[in-house]
């Protein structure tokens, strides 16, 4: 690794100040030494020159399942009730350890080759092990679990599991894999939503997420359908429910959240709890279109995610944005969620998301060096010099775009070469 220099790009830092200039990142190691123009590149290892590039904070991308990456295209139109269980669960419980291996490195791949440098990920029951093994070979940096789901008739055989079994697997692998690869991966807790998980593991799980400190990443409110279940079960709401047991804090991360009342917006911003907002595949899968207007104007943190493959069938966070921009246009106006408002949710939202806006999520000296340099000068791009960067990233850019990444100042791509994964896999 050494120290890297990259030379004369145009940077979007997402500082508190918004800069915007052409200038010089110095990496050392795995953080920002320096960032200011004309740097010297005395006793540097490597030179980028970025001449005509645009450098920005990496992706952080705070809803995704990597073992459904191989499912792409076999749940195409259904919802998600359905989807589950006559596409996805099946699927699922088929899987071996090799093929959630290659599932989550043709994932990991897809993002990293359009500039995502953080995933908060969520596994299956079984074999979460060697998707941990292909998230350490990657370079991303991650925080995943191994799915929990320990009630529901209509599981396959191969996804049932009792809740010991399950609590004591998670600890497992939350003792082998939370802060490895020098911190670079972490651990979450990972029931898959209320209607899958008994009380007493939701009770277990948010003890044992205070006891260690880690992150509980789970789906809520995604489907009405859903929603009427839990409600039928727990005679609650789904985030009231998971706030009795003790989960909503500024540790939880929820996916979805389409059909949320006011109360449960209430405890969701007064508690600190985080939202991952998946517009793809909240279109694809029917599921409904989140108000996220209201949760944006009450200050409630949001960022972005791909969800897995089949519900969206792309893992970029450039669709993701440009659909976090255009879905509430025509109910709410042209202004709202506009570009820069959808790239912080990309950028230094998802990094508060998960507990690390002091390290990631925007490009500044001392911050870990995870970026991506972008070449705007394609045919879609080109035209359109004197537009706001952030403008012609969120409406114009593509993944295509993206040619070099760096997490935890390593480089995992270089002018579109993979460095830690093998493309023919
Ligand atoms: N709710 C429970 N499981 C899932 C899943 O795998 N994907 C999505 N989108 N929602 C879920
Ligand atoms: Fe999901």
Redesign the pocket.
Same mark, same amino acid.
């Given at each position: 690794m050494g120290k890297i220099l990259i030379k004369n790009a145009e940077i979007i830092t997402m500082n508190q100040n918004d800069d915007i200039f052409i200038g010089d990142i110095l990496i050392n190691e795995d953080r920002i030494e320096d960032i200011a123009p004309n740097l010297s590149s005395n006793s540097v290892d490597k030179v980028i020159d970025a001449t005509h590039r645009t450098v920005i904070p990496g992706f952080v991308q705070t809803?995704i399942?990597l073992c459904?990456t191989l499912f792409r295209g076999k749940g195409d139109d259904l919802e998600?009730l359905d989807?589950?269980k006559k596409r996805?669960w099946p699927l &699922?419980a088929a899987h071996n350890e090799e093929s959630i291996y290659y599932s989550a490195m043709l994932g990991l791949g897809e993002m990293i080759e359009s500039g995502t440098t953080t995933i908060v990920d969520?596994e299956t029951v079984h074999h979460t092990d060697f998707a941990f093994q292909a998230i350490s070979q990657s370079g991303m940096r991650a925080i995943s679990g191994k799915?929990m789901m320990d009630k529901g008739d209509e599981v396959p055989v191969g996804l049932q599991e009792n809740t010991a079994d399950s609590i004591q697997q998670s600890v497992d692998l939350l003792e082998k894999w939370h802060g490895h690869d020098q911190g670079r991966i972490q651990y979450a807790f990972t029931p898959?939503?209320v209607?899958?998980c008994t009380e007493e593991l939701l009770k277990e799980v948010s003890s044992l997420s205070d006891h260690y400190q880690v992150k509980v990443h789970t789906?809520a409110s995604?489907?009405k359908g &859903?929603i009427e279940i839990v409600e039928a079960e727990t005679g609650m709401r789904n985030v009231v429910y998971l706030d009795h047991i003790g989960l909503a804090n500024e540790r939880l991360i929820l996916?979805?959240c389409i059909w949320l009342n006011d109360e449960e917006k209430k405890i969701i911003q007064k508690r600190g709890v985080n939202v991952s907002h998946?517009p793809g595949?909240n279109l694809k899968?029917a599921?409904g279109i989140a108000d996220i207007p209201h949760m944006h104007q009450d200050g409630i943190t949001l960022s972005l995610g791909a969800?897995?493959a089949p519900?969206n069938n792309n893992l970029n966070m450039f669709n993701e944005m440009r659909l976090a921009a255009l879905i509430h246009k025509p109910h709410h106006g042209p202004t709202v969620m506009n570009a820069k408002e959808v790239f912080q949710m990309a950028t230094i939202g998802g990094a508060k998301a998960v507990g690390m806006s002091h390290e990631i999520g925007s490009l500044e000296i001392g911050k870990k060096a995870d970026l991506a340099i972008l070449d705007l000068n394609q045919f879609h791009t080109y035209p359109s010099f004197d537009v706001d960067p952030i403008s012609r990233i969120v409406y114009s850019a593509t993944r295509a775009d993206v040619e070099t990444t760096i997490i935890d100042g390593k480089i995992v791509m270089e002018n579109h070469i993979m460095k830690t994964i093998d493309k023919s896999l």
């Open positions: 809803h399942h459904q998600l989807w589950l996805i &699922e969520m799915v898959r939503f209607i899958s789906h995604e489907n &859903e996916a979805h998946c595949s899968l599921s969800d897995g519900c």
